[in-house]
């Protein structure tokens, strides 16, 4: 029999999946063949290993799946793998062709796991103004103000774009991701026919809402309705992105027409991340001037990331988005810090069968072109002074843990845990790679902590586990989370980064 490559002695060892929780060890084995690392064993008084780690007093338990990540860049990836991240998909923007996406990130090396859904934003810019496309989310950033590609698409321009589409799916994509809310003026014909291509091709998709009717009474369709009305119609599995930042304060209707949906039999799928505030390229359609008021916002409630100001006036922000419709800035939706607005966040962490998701973002460096990771310290660590982006980067599975076991609403009454720990960690690892698993066959090894499964591993401290990083301080590595294996190397060793590791390894759909 192999010797075990390593053995965790000692661990409270929790696996969501087979309900399986108590003091055991867990060995990972490496395949003479292929080389790859797998838990082999789970139990008491587990053989030696090559290598023996205690972990007595700490958590073992299958590392994060985030569903919705931008942090393409490596500082983003780090402050991501020592939130427990193992695995970052980029599916909501999704990026075109994926085909170089995938081979710029094997060149790169990457210290999570990574994958791509092809992006219907990217294929609308190709096709409606020309935008030359090199599978980076930087090319969405710095396009994304541009009108062309946000008008009403023709029948024979759609089909140009499905064409685009249908090529990535060849490739491997993980799905089809919408920025729907960024193109206001797309038709919801066009959306029914990009729902029909991932019904077809068995694929799910990612959609950031098209506005609420509450935000613009003049939308062509209220946001919510169009992801529930094409899973009703095509049959497609249509997940339902940040459902927290796109719905704000009107969780009850929204929610109340998802669980509807999916009582009647559509698959509709929500994730959430505990913050209230978000973060996107400032030239997004919503946050021209004029349409703030739709959410009830000022110009003085978004912060440019490049220079961290606050911006002062309408005139300001409309100059900011002509000179650099791509530079990041944190965007106050609601109050992460008023007990009313934590418990609105709560209840989309809490609704059935949501999970968490981070929406991390790249970071701004000081002398960066827009700070979408391009700027000087990208690789460096510690990072330099100044790096900058939103908390959610570092801190959201971390928050989630604690808030969802420990310091749940109402804030008045601490340890006052919503969920079991276990109930916590599936919708952190388990239930996400359960929402790929059907086309993307790699996922039923991710999120579980059982022998065969990718030794994708987090131990982490319950008492402990923690964000750090605020909107001030917003890469403050998260605490408690003590080691991180990903593809059974320590990615983090003893709390500390490991920052020769490059262990991510690409997920693909159709691939076991």
Known sequence: MTEPALVLRGGRVIDPESDLDTVADVAVTQDSATGERRVSAVGPALPPGAREIDVSGLVVTAGFVDMHSHAFDTSGQRLQVLDGVTTALELESGVTPVARAYASAAADGKPVNYGFATSWAMA???????????????????????????????????????????????????????LAGYAPAASPEEYLAVASLAARAGVATFTHSRDLVEFRPSTPIDGAEEIVRAAGETGAHMHY???????????????????????????????????????TGIGAAFLAPERLHERGLVPAD???????????????????RAADPGGLAIIRNLDDSMPGDRELLMRYLLFP???????????????????????????????PPGAFTHPRTAGTFSRSIRLLTRDAFPLSQPNTGALPLPEALAKCSLEPARLLEDHVPAMRRKGRITPGADADIVVFDPATISDQATYADSTRPSSGIRHVLVNGEFAVRDARLVTTARPGRPVRAGRP
């Open 353 to 383: 069968g949501a999970v968490v998701a981070s929406d991390a973002m790249p970071l701004t460096f000081p002398g960066g072109e827009g700070g979408l990771g391009n700027g000087s310290g990208e690789d460096a660590w510690p990072l």
């Open 302 to 320: 978004l912060t440019y990331a490049p220079t961290g100001e606050q911006v002062a006036s309408a005139s300001r922000l409309r100059e900011l």
């Open 241 to 279: 992105c940040h459902v927290n930042s796109t719905t704000l304060r009107h969780c009850d209707r929204v929610l109340s027409l998802v669980s509807r949906a999916q009582r009647g039999g559509a698959r509709v799928s929500t994730e959430a991340y505990p913050y209230g505030a978000g973060m």
């Open 124 to 178: 609308r810019m190709a096709v409606l103004a020309g935008v030359p496309l090199d599978g980076s989310v930087r090319t969405f950033f710095a396009y994304s103000a541009r009108p062309e590609w946000q008008r009403p698409a023709s029948r024979a321009e759609q089909e140009r774009i499905l064409a685009l589409l249908e090529a990535d799916l060849a490739d491997g994509a993980l799905g089809i991701g919408i």
